[in-house]
């Protein structure tokens, strides 16, 4: 099969190679999936410049995201069969921990990670254990499948999982002109939440406004926590999804009203931060880790998807050959969307 493959890690693009390399074939309790589509993430490029904190061995393939269609079952696999529309879940949880087995696979210690620790989607077949897989529903495009897939899902344990938004209550969502912010904006809303968008730029709230949002905050200009009560007459909000970390989260922290949760789920501008614990408990107000979510939460968002009611965004879709290409606009971050490859 042809594949997009690194022999090592590299700075430059063209350290991803398209070549020939043997096709996997299905074990026991494994599929073998077509691949139709697969993203291009934050991580990929993290992984081709070494950089990921994991040590793939070499030659690898990557991408952390795929769909496509069953083109071989392994003996022992009953519920799928040849043909079917399929994506795997980028987390492959072990499945025998007391979390997989109590169905918070999420919380798994020893998952492995589609594209890092096993070969992922960038290449035209990605082998997988059969329940590591989700069915998609026949109304999704394998493209919107791998776009939504992670922003969504990621979203949608953050908020509605884990904090319990609820219709009625205002929420602030950070970082809301990128790809889990974006997302976070349109589940909120369909929930019934107010939502307070915030992000370094008047076109990026611009952005997140189209989507659903009610009213923006830039924090480039102003106090998220000041701004935020002004927006809800001196409250404060219901709830806070977070992604950035630093300033932004204490601005999150401080905009949340006596009794309000936050959720974060990223840090890459500060992960580590000074919080007045004080203000912490005398305000009741929680703050929630959350990193992945469950495959059962993956076919909630990917069936609303298919209904209509969340639509992922798709910044440009290239061809598999052009991987380099696409790692080094996903590096320019000159984009607002998924960028999706196909092989
Ligand atoms: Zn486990």
């Known amino acids: 099969m042809k594949a997009a493959v690194i022999h090592g890690y590299g700075e430059a693009f063209d350290t991803i190679v398209?070549?020939?390399?043997?096709?996997?074939?299905?074990?026991?309790?494994?599929l073998l999936i077509e691949v139709h589509a697969c993203g291009v993430n934050h991580c990929d490029t993290d992984l081709r410049k070494g950089l990921f904190g994991v040590d793939s061995p070499?030659?690898?393939?990557m991408g952390v995201d795929a769909a496509g269609t069953v083109a071989d079952a392994g003996a022992g696999v009953t519920a799928f069969a040849e043909g079917d529309r399929v994506a795997p879940h980028f987390m492959l949880s072990c499945g025998a921990c007391a979390h997989c087995r109590d169905g918070a696979e999420n919380l798994c210690e020893?998952?492995?990670v589609l594209g890092v620790t096993q070969w992922g989607g960038y290449a035209?077949?990605?082998r997988v254990?059969?329940?590591h897989v989700v069915r998609l529903p026949d109304a999704l495009s394998f493209e919107d499948a791998?776009?939504?897939q992670i922003p969504f899902a990621t979203a949608w344990e953050a908020l509605i999982e884990e904090i319990g938004l609820r219709a009625g209550e205002t929420v602030l969502i950070t970082a809301a002109g990128g790809g889990v912010g974006s997302a976070a904006v349109q589940i909120a809303t369909l929930a019934g939440a107010r939502v307070i968008a915030a992000a370094g730029s008047e076109e990026k709230l611009e952005k997140a406004r189209a989507l659903g949002a009610d009213a923006g905050i830039d924090y480039t200009k102003r106090d998220i926590g000041a701004e935020a009560r002004r927006l809800t007459d001196g409250r404060g909000v219901d709830a806070?999804?977070?992604?950035?970390g630093g300033a932004i989260l204490v601005g999150a922290i401080d905009a949340l009203a006596a009794g309000g949760r936050l959720a974060t789920i990223g840090a890459h501008g500060g992960e580590r931060v000074e919080i007045d614990f004080i203000e912490l408990f005398r305000k009741h107000v929680s703050v929630h880790g959350c990193g992945r979510s469950t495959k059962a939460h993956v076919e909630r968002?990917?069936?609303?998807?298919?209904?209509g009611h969340l639509t992922p965004v798709i910044h440009r879709t290239f061809p598999l050959r052009e991987a380099p290409a696409a790692h080094a606009l996903m590096e320019s971050r000159n984009f607002f969307g998924r960028m999706i490859m196909r092989p």
């Open 18 to 30: 398209h070549e020939d390399v043997q096709t996997p074939a299905a074990g026991p309790g494994e």
């Open 129 to 131: 254990r059969h329940d």
């Open 146 to 148: 791998v776009a939504g």
């Open 240 to 244: 806070a999804l977070e992604m950035t």
């Open 301 to 307: 968002v990917l069936g609303l998807m298919a209904e």
């Open 124 to 126: 035209e077949y990605v």
């Open 110 to 112: 020893a998952a492995g």
């Open 58 to 61: 070499m030659p690898h393939v």
